[in-house]
């Protein structure tokens, strides 16, 4: 059923109202209650249906600044369920404000189920970005407060105003309560309606591609490597591709076998030996992501995946992390440092449990889609092996967005009833995940059943930081509360000179036993050292092991240039040459080594985490006021 957009009523204080317009007949429906305030985007009003569209009339008929979002449909209507509609303005023709920065033509405002009720706020941004739809910018967002909308300050110059609405969702016969806007004086400049002349596109801006990515269209691999920040260019690729590439892990880290270096960058052409176009190696992955029906940050994070598959993941991580946020900048890297492990041979009587560990970092479906369209030839000994790894990943029922979810999802609710909840429950889980990939367990109840002595969180905690010299591992460290810290570096310090690596043998059995001794006694020990590779992580984890400590490895994130800018100013500078061998060496573990990963960005603020019992959003980059509670 066909439904048109209601007349959205204007504020007391909107200038815009002219003698016709619907004016608010009070703001008690908006009077205490959580807000959120949006950029009123000067385009047409349309509706998108799973099978079809229409402007504010729901006979509109065709014009030529419709095509664009009619395309737009029939990538994105498949994930509209039946009974629903998307509501928003597209953007395509300019109006009475031109656009040159737009992230795709259409942008989404609402969602309306099929009991024709309003999605809150936050779940329609979920389900848009699924769709790979664009919301507008969010102006201000808390309780209702007159005084403060009335303060809010708009360009009239580059906006047409704002529109404001309650978080939680409502049905349509409080639109009118529930939902307002504020226009600017006399918003129409243009002597003829817009309709009846000639149409003038407006402009799209540098993440364009991300959004079309995101919403089915063909990728470019060169745009989409650009509107990333990773594009081929006069230095775009220093840290990215000049020389070989950080190793991609080794089978204690994902449970999967030795992985092949990450290879070389070229920029955008060819892959380097094989003649292969990197477009048609990214459409290859586009075509295998489709099948799967990923949409959203899903498609994107293997299109970029596939794109950047010869740049070094520490590095591509961190150029990664501006453009598109810290947790899908880290699912792209671990996809493209990933699959070359599908590659290589792997015991058949281990695989499953391979593949279940290799979940815990990476989309599997999405990883298989991009080893698969990697030119043959890059990897040793075949493709044969991806295509096989696939099928057993198929029958085991890992293809899947999220394979383990009924299993988490099921702790979670025992867990919840048990009053258990913080560090304990994320350390039942990553028990009972690991329990589960070894064929311990198979079933929720078993994993209840299993996590009975982790429930009371009577356990040590380790925090081990893991990044190059300079890269914020001290900040971090210095705001994990009531925290021992064990570092490296006074240790050496202690011996007379902190730069002196000779003895580093003996430094490290001195921290091991230190450490030792700290969980021993309880509580939470921080381990300060660069912890490079695996090798250097290994003998900390082992130690933790043995005193039953809740694992969290904690990421560092900054790219190379803020690392040498950082190294210059600090009061104990490491060597250039030193800071370049340290990021050739660099490779972060993944996912599912330690209980938890965290990642902290330049400022030592965790940006992303994986592992633990609740797992945000790729795309919810919110912090969290406390997340080094502990006992909690």
């Known amino acids: 059923m066909r439904t048109h957009y209601p007349r959205t009523p204007h504020l007391p204080w909107s200038p815009g109202a002219s003698g016709d317009d619907v004016r608010v007949g009070g703001l008690g429906g908006l009077d205490g209650r959580e807000v959120v305030v949006t950029e009123k985007l000067d385009g047409e009003n349309t509706t998108l249906y799973t099978d079809g569209l229409h402007a504010r009339s729901l006979d509109s008929a065709h014009h030529p600044s419709r095509a664009w979002v009619k395309a737009l449909q029939g990538r994105v209507g498949a994930g509209i369920p039946a009974g629903w509609r998307v509501c928003g303005e597209n953007l395509y023709a300019r109006h009475s404000l031109a656009y040159d920065e737009l992230d795709g033509y259409f942008y989404g405002f609402s969602v309306w ?121 006069a230095g775009a690729d220093r ?98 440092g990933l699959h070359p492990l599908l590659h290589a041979p792997f015991p058949d009587e281990e695989r499953r449990s391979g593949l279940l560990r290799m979940a815990a970092a990476a989309d599997l479906g999405v990883l298989h889609a991009v080893a698969a369209a990697v030119p043959a030839g890059r990897t040793d000994p075949s493709r044969e092996q991806v295509e096989w790894s696939a099928l057993v990943a198929d029958e085991a029922g890992l293809l899947g967005e999220d394979p383990l979810g009924p299993l988490r999802d099921g702790l979670r609710e025992a867990l919840d009833g048990a009053g258990v909840a913080g560090d304990a429950a994320d350390r039942c889980w990553a028990e009972a995940r690991e329990a589960y990939a070894a064929g311990r367990i198979s079933t929720v109840p078993e994993a209840v059943a299993l996590t009975w002595r982790w429930r009371d969180g009577s356990f040590p905690r380790l925090v081990q930081l893991v990044g190059p010299a300079g890269s914020g591992k001290s900040t971090v460290a210095g705001r994990v509360p009531g925290a021992v810290r064990v570092s490296l570096d006074d240790l050496r310090a202690g011996r007379g000179d902190r730069a002196d690596q ?80 340290q990021l050739r060496r660099y490779g972060p573990p993944y996912p599912g080594r330690a209980h938890r990963t965290w990642y902290a960005g330049p400022d030592g603020g965790i940006g992303d985490r994986a592992g633990g019992l609740v797992e945000r959003e790729p795309w919810d980059s919110r912090e969290e006021s406390d997340v080094w509670g502990v006992g909690d």
Not at 148 to 161: N, P
Not at 163 to 180: K, L, S, W
Not at 245 to 263: D, I, L, N, Q, R
Request: aromatic share 4%; glycine share 14%.
């Open 239 to 336: 840290d990215l591709g000049a020389g070989t590439g950080a190793g991609a892990g080794t089978g204690t880290e994902t449970g999967t076998g030795t992985g092949a270096g990450a290879g070389t960058g070229t920029g955008t052409g060819t892959w380097p030996g094989t003649g292969v176009p990197r477009d048609d190696v990214v459409r290859a992955a586009a075509e295998r992501v489709d099948v799967l029906g990923r949409t959203g940050d899903g498609r994107l994070a293997g299109l970029l995946a596939a794109a950047a598959y010869d740049r070094p993941r520490a590095a591509l991580m961190a150029r990664l992390a501006g453009p598109l946020g810290m947790p899908l900048a880290r699912r792209v890297a671990d996809l493209a």
């Open 502 to 581: 000779s003895a580093n043998a003996a430094v490290l059995r001195e921290g091991l036993a230190r450490l030792d001794a700290a969980l021993g006694a309880g509580g939470t020990v921080v381990w300060d050292a660069t912890s490079l590779t695996e090798r250097q992580r290994t003998p900390v984890l082992d130690t933790a092991r043995r005193r039953n400590a809740l694992v969290t490895q904690v990421v560092t994130v900054v790219g190379e240039d803020e690392l040498v800018r950082r190294n210059a100013v600090r009061p104990h500078p490491v060597p250039a040459t030193v800071l370049e061998r």
């Open 113 to 233: 189920d099929a009991a024709d009720r309003c999605l809150d706020w936050d779940d329609t941004v979920r389900f848009l970005r699924r769709l790979g739809v664009p919301a507008p910018r969010v102006l201000w967002r808390g309780t209702f407060d007159e005084r403060a909308l009335r303060r809010l300050r708009v360009d009239t110059s580059r906006e047409e105003g704002y529109v404001v609405r309650t978080v939680r969702g409502f049905p349509r016969a409080e639109f009118g309560e529930r939902v307002a806007k504020w226009v600017r004086p006399r918003h129409v400049t243009t002597g003829t309606h817009w309709m009846h002349a000639a149409v003038v596109e407006n402009g799209l801006g540098p993440a364009a591609p991300l959004w079309a990515a995101r919403s089915g269209a063909t990728p470019d691999a060169g745009a989409l490597l650009a509107a990333a920040g990773v594009g081929a260019g």
